[in-house]
């Protein structure tokens, strides 16, 4: 398996050049979006196996559960990106044609659909029964997160608990359309208190 020295080595040009210029992590304007330097790249492609899961990629940035992933093959190919909870069986959606190109434009985003909700916030998991142990696995899933398993039993019994710090709501609720026993469980950080992310579900008061 390459290490991150050897995928950086291989990787674009125009990456390997803004990597050398930058002191830390570049954060893009209002998306939750953190572009990383040298410091963090090790650390984010470690905790999340992308070796394993991505051969020959590298994450290079992340927002929420979605990573930011270059192909290493000294082509200088486009920036791709997925759901960290899903690495290995979805398809890498394009976000720009060439690093270069996604530099020049601050580091945009594709765009979403219209949120009615809003674009980064804090989710939580709330309502799963007791003995709920496999509810609470597939939501780890979903939402890519890391929670140990031993813990999970007593994580339930801590309901409501915070699942996913500055996550994109919008994007949870796009995925709970292939999962409808998650959809009255998951609950976004709101002004007035924890709301329903499921269109249709009632708002947690």
Known sequence: MDTVDQLVSRADPAYRRWLAEVT?????????????GRGSLLERNTTYGIG??????LMIGQDGDRGYFLRCDGDG????????????????DVVAPTFEEWLRSGFALPSG??????????????????DGVALLMRARRLLGADWPVAE???????QPFLAVES?????VRGRLESAPELRQHL???ADEGLKAIWAGSPLYN
């Open 24 to 36: 830390g992590d570049v954060a893009a304007d209002s998306t939750g979006l953190s572009v990383f």
């Open 52 to 57: 394993a899961w991505l051969v020959g990629h």
């Open 77 to 92: 190919g486009p920036v791709l990106s997925a759901d960290l909870g899903a690495l290995g069986s979805a398809d890498l």
């Open 113 to 130: 659909p219209e949120p009615d909700m809003p674009l980064v916030a804090d989710v939580y998991v709330d309502e799963i029964p007791a």
């Open 152 to 158: 999970l039993r007593s994580m339930l019994a801590a």
């Open 167 to 171: 996550a994109q709501p919008w994007r």
């Open 187 to 189: 609950f976004y950080a």
